[in-house]
């Protein structure tokens, strides 16, 4: 365990940041009701903050899904380990994810839950590190746009560790 963890955004700036998204999206919304889909586990930490910063009526679904073995990831698909509870057929939908890298995950995503009939879909992400775009994907809502560092925090685990880290930090291997 020889890595140091390294502050790149702390906690009051994420929280601001999230403040505001959650201001933008209840004004985007006014006289609607919202409907977020977190893509597990990652998107489990920034999608409670944000929803408690909405004021427009929210109801909540979860999803987990696995991108298939590496020789396979170059073709974007993705497994679906956990699907929604709930049919997305009319509903707002705003994806809400901890980072955009490749872009491979939420682009497959993103055209998978079109077919299901919601009346709008967007995604909402708390990182984009856009150097490592593999895929396009159109990103509605940014917390902030970061440079290609292993970052964890906020969701995001090294390992499956420091997903609980208030902050988002970056992993420095010694
Ligand atoms: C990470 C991250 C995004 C995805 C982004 O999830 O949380 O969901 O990868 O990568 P991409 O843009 O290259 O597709 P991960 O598969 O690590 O699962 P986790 O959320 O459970 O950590
Ligand atoms: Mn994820
Ligand atoms: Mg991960």
Do not use: W
């Not at 709930?86 to 839950?113: F, Q």
């Amino acid at each position: 365990m020889a890595e140091k963890i390294r502050v790149l955004l702390s906690e009051e700036e994420v929280d601001a940041k999230i403040k505001q998204i959650g201001e933008q999206i209840s004004k985007d919304y006014a006289g609607r009701q919202v409907h977020l889909v977190c893509v597990l586990k990652g998107g489990s930490f920034f999608m409670c903050e944000l929803a408690k910063r909405i004021t427009v009526p929210v109801s909540l679904d979860f999803m987990s899904v696995s991108s298939y073995g590496s020789e396979t990831k170059s073709s974007g698909v993705v497994r679906i380990v956990k699907d929604l509870d709930e049919p997305l057929k009319g509903k707002n939908v705003i994806v809400i994810e901890d980072i955009v890298d490749s872009g491979r995950t939420l682009s497959y995503l993103l055209d998978m839950l079109k077919d299901r009939g919601p009346e709008s879909l967007r995604l909402c992400t708390l990182l984009d590190k856009p150097e490592r775009r593999v895929v396009d994907v159109n990103v509605d809502y940014t917390g902030f746009q970061i440079p290609d560092k292993f970052v964890v925090g906020y969701g995001l685990d090294y390992d499956q560790r420091y997903r609980n880290l208030p902050y988002i930090g970056v992993v420095e291997f010694e």
